[in-house]
């Protein structure tokens, strides 16, 4: 059985910092590409960054670039979001999820976790 598990949400100021980790189970991790995506109340569920199955690439939303880093640590089963100088409006439920074969920025992945909240404060 396939679980993802996101951790490191919390509560923070603008300009603040946090380090999001989805922990993977049931599947082989390193032939998975692997996103976040994020669903603000009332909105739809929008990527963030992915990284593909052998760690090279690596894509952003035009909004985190620069702000956000996405890596992956085969050894560990785990995928991470390094974010920094967050803004109110990077608040939402952060989501990390699983793609057999190549990334894509759509939802179209395999797996999902259960999401993180993540509260910027002006």
């Known amino acids: 059985q396939v679980q993802l598990g996101e951790s490191g949400g919390g509560l923070v100021q603008a300009g603040g910092s946090l380090r999001l980790s989805c922990a993977a189970s049931?599947?082989?991790?390193?032939?998975?590409?692997m996103a976040w995506f994020r669903q603000a109340p009332g909105k739809e569920r929008d990527f963030v960054a992915a990284v593909s199955w052998i760690g090279g690439s690596t894509v952003y939303t035009d909004s985190v670039k620069g702000r956000f880093t996405i890596s992956r640590d085969s050894a560990k089963n785990t995928l991470y979001l390094e974010m920094n100088n967050l803004k109110p409006e990077d608040t939402a439920v952060y989501y990390c999820?699983?793609?057999?074969?190549?990334?894509?920025?759509?939802?179209?992945?395999?797996?999902w976790g259960q999401g993180t909240q993540v509260t910027v404060s002006s």
């Open positions: 049931g599947l082989t991790f390193g032939r998975y590409a």
């Open positions: 999820a699983a793609r057999r074969g190549a990334l894509v920025l759509t939802t179209e992945y395999d797996y």
